[in-house]
């Protein structure tokens, strides 16, 4: 007798926990709501907020599925301490994050590293609830399920198409690309210098040491022929890398630089600004286009 009050007691105080619990998560769903929704307007560009790329980075539905689940049926995620701590860090991610330390995105996509991280939790979570919907009454019908999956798979791939195009086709955020990389390599060799000009450094300083073996050194102080001369004392050869011409290389090194390889380097980058507006989809502001610059690349050898 006392076994079973004491079970009962056990039950209705995990009853009790339970209902404080899915408490806590409809009062959070709530005020987080109130609370992105005041951010959010906060911006005139709404579509480069933080929530709003989560929402249209997962497929549009799934975000929304799971508040409505929270706040109608929480007790589908509380009852499993796994489900609920996902549940938890979905929370941090869309309401805290979103509104405390990355509220905005100031452009797609490399700035929107800051929250791809956190998408993984967002599907998982979203993925998790699906299945449990899918398996109630009417919506257990297999017919049904699949027909809502083509039916989602067709739609999201239709209105992605343009941008997924641009991502799978095009060299997006490329500097330099791997032949002209390759082409640059044969030239150097370990116990070689390489003076590079500050905008070539940022881009190929640690590819060129890794790959080739040479001492690799940022132009200093804008006087690269002092430097030169003294990396010739310590080095097997000394190279230059610039985007001076050869012309004007040869005002200022004289004789001294043979030129060994010239490039007019295609820089592609696929960038939007919140700023551009004429460049941007009303609700979704992902590239539709890589952008092309040219950056020229000369390689100069120092004579011996």
């Known amino acids: 007798m006392a076994a079973e009050n004491d079970s009962r ?3 209705e105080g995990h009853s009790k926990l339970i209902f404080i619990v899915n408490t806590l998560i409809r009062i959070c769903i709530v005020a987080g709501c109130v609370l992105l929704f005041m951010v959010i307007r906060r ?10 790329a989560y929402i249209i980075s997962t497929g ?3 975000i929304p599925v799971i508040m409505a689940a929270l706040l109608i049926k929480p007790s589908c995620v509380s009852r499993n301490r796994s489900t609920l701590l996902i549940t938890i860090l979905f929370m941090y991610e ?3 994050y979103s509104i405390v330390f990355i509220p905005y995105i100031g452009y797609y996509y490399y700035y929107a590293r800051y929250v791809i991280i956190h998408m993984p939790v967002i599907i998982i979570l979203g993925m998790y609830i699906l299945n449990y919907i899918f398996d109630r009454g009417i919506l257990r019908n297999a017919g049904i399920r699949n027909i809502f999956a083509v039916v989602c798979i067709i739609l999201i791939c239709a209105g992605y198409k343009p941008y997924d195009t641009i991502i799978a086709k095009q060299q997006d955020q490329t500097a330099i690309s791997w032949e002209t990389l390759a082409e640059v390599m044969d030239e150097l060799k370990e116990g070689d210098a390489v003076v590079m000009s500050q905008e070539w450094s940022l881009t190929l300083k640690i590819p060129v040491k890794l790959l080739t073996g040479a001492d690799v050194y940022p132009v200093s102080n804008d006087n690269d022929k002092m430097q030169i001369d003294n990396l010739r004392l310590t080095h097997n050869n000394v190279y230059l890398m610039t985007e001076k011409k050869e012309a004007v290389a040869a005002n200022i090194y004289g004789s001294d630089m043979k030129l060994v390889y010239v490039l007019d380097n295609e820089v592609k980058y696929g960038k939007v600004m919140d700023t551009d507006i004429t460049e941007v989809d009303r609700f979704v502001p992902f590239a539709k286009k890589v952008e092309k610059t ?8 120092s004579g011996n």
């Open 9 to 11: 007691q056990d039950k």
């Open 43 to 52: 911006y005139e560009m709404y579509t480069f907020t933080s929530a709003y």
């Open 60 to 62: 549009v539905i799934i």
């Open 94 to 96: 869309v309401f805290a």
């Open 294 to 301: 040219s950056r020229p690349l000369y390689l100069y050898k």
